[in-house]
């Protein structure tokens, strides 16, 4: 399916930037969009870090990486030039990997399913040994790891990087196998999810009904694609006709849907316009897949049945087992509750393993679990170890960027950058971070997954 050029509501609140070619605009607009089209690689990319190492530092360290997501692989692309010498293990079983970002644009039928599935082999670094195997256990008052075949592996110094674990085994009766039939929807286990997810949006659209999107009350990863989801469904069923015939309800196990506040306020006046629904403090606690039925806990204690044709699962998320179980993960609250990694929010060095350090979603950390976090942080990660290793302190500070391209509609998005704070932090300021664009679109659809390749190969 191709991108439909944005249209406008109605409503001042959907109003999308009418420039969606550069020959469509006056000239004021031409030059803003023209402006935006040559600063959108470094935005994407991001500009030079001052204070970042450069020069190789000597070392015969043994550095182990856990994971070969983004994180993991931008890691060790960075390590490889800032250390001579030193031995550099990835372990990581898998063997294809996924661009996730892209995981939303093939649930709604922007993309198709290949264009998210890449080879991990592809992508490791030269010169970086690949152990093919999961880590089962860390053991960090020994420096050293577990696989699961047992094998033991020792480190002078570690990078977690193994990303979330996806608790559907906290909503009774869910099955993930099931994902595509009887209305069922969630984008977030694999290619193969997304792709079915679609299918049963295209079902839907062509019947209609009662449509529930969810939200549980965990950190997520990649926390907008609840709200793209529902965006997208709502613009699909306009397109096939079916909006007068169907209700969109969106549940929230929390008092939000989205945690920074301009953000939460921008989409909750949408979805009034649009006409979808929010209730809150609704968690999905069990689903009747074949009965179409979802049960919701409520705040006072209580549990809500709802009937629906659609649904779209968004599981509770958690650090994997291997770091939950281990001395590495956070011992207090807020963090402790999911076994997410105790790192410092800055330096993202361990609290309490000094020689150990955390990059991506496994990261306890008050924000910051997308493929954008990752490009901002890696260079942080690798300079840091890197300044440990040669006997000093980290001494540079990741401030929790985080980078959201919020779809709206097909051809629409807005571009919302934000820090630890809640701050919204545009790196393209002529491109307003709460108004909806056909740029912001494009950038996701067309510039997101370069850059992507990009930032695992170290580049920038």
């Known amino acids: 399916m191709q991108p439909l050029k944005a249209r406008a509501e109605p409503s001042a609140a959907l109003r999308v930037d009418p420039c969606v070619d550069p020959s469509d605009c006056p000239d004021t607009s031409r030059r803003r969009w023209m402006q935006a089209m040559l600063l959108a690689p470094a935005a994407v990319a991001g500009t030079g870090r001052p204070g970042i190492a450069r020069a190789s530092i000597r070392t015969s360290a043994h550095i182990v990486i856990a994971g070969s997501g983004l994180g993991g692989i931008a890691v060790a692309a960075r390590l490889g030039r800032l250390l001579d010498g030193a031995r550099i293990t990835i372990v990581d079983r898998k063997e294809e990997h996924n661009y996730q ?32 195997e999961m880590v089962a256990g860390f053991d960090p008052a020994s420096n050293s790891l577990t696989t699961e075949s047992g094998r033991r592996i020792a480190y002078d110094y570690l990078v977690v990087a193994t990303g979330v674990h996806l608790d559907y085994a906290q909503i009774a009766g869910m099955d993930v196998s099931a994902i595509g039939s009887n209305g069922l929807a969630s984008v977030y286990p694999s290619p193969q999810a997304a792709e079915a997810t679609w299918q ?10 009662e449509a529930l999107m969810t939200l549980p009350s965990t950190p997520l990863k990649c926390a907008g694609a609840p709200l793209k989801m529902t965006f997208m469904l709502r613009d699909r069923l306009r397109q096939a006709g079916m909006l007068e015939k169907s209700k969109i309800t969106f549940e929230s196990a929390l008092g939000n849907v989205f945690s920074v506040p301009t953000v939460n306020d921008n989409v909750l006046s949408r979805w009034k316009t649009l006409g979808i629904g929010v209730e809150f403090n609704h968690r999905l606690e069990s689903i009747d897949i074949g009965a179409r039925r979802a049960t919701f806990a409520t705040a006072d204690g209580g549990k809500l049945e709802r009937p629906y044709d659609f649904i779209h699962v968004v599981p509770p998320m958690r650090a994997p087992d291997a770091v939950r179980d281990s001395d590495l993960a956070s011992k207090q609250a807020p963090f402790a509750a999911g076994g997410w990694l105790e790192v410092d929010k800055s330096t993202l060095q361990h609290k309490r393993y000094p020689n150990v350090f955390g990059i991506g979603d496994v990261n306890g950390t008050p924000r ?93």
């Open 368 to 460: 910051g679990k997308t493929a954008a976090t990752v490009k901002k942080s890696a260079p942080v990660v690798a300079h840091n170890l890197a300044e440990v290793i040669a006997g000093r302190s980290a001494n540079l500070s990741f401030d929790g960027y985080t980078s959201c391209p919020l779809i709206t509609r097909e051809g629409s998005a807005m571009l919302i950058e934000f820090d630890y704070e809640g701050r919204l932090v545009p790196s393209l300021p002529m491109i307003s971070p709460l108004q909806d664009s056909y740029f912001a679109w494009l950038m996701k659809d067309r510039m997101l997954k370069p850059a992507y390749l990009a930032v695992a190969r170290g580049r920038v």
């Open 101 to 132: 970002p892209g995981y939303t644009l093939v649930a709604t039928g922007v993309w198709p399913v290949a264009k998210v599935r890449e080879r991990n082999a592809d992508l490791q670094p030269a010169r970086v040994e690949w152990v093919k």
């Open 200 to 209: 049963a949006m295209q079902a839907f659209t062509r019947t209609g009904g």
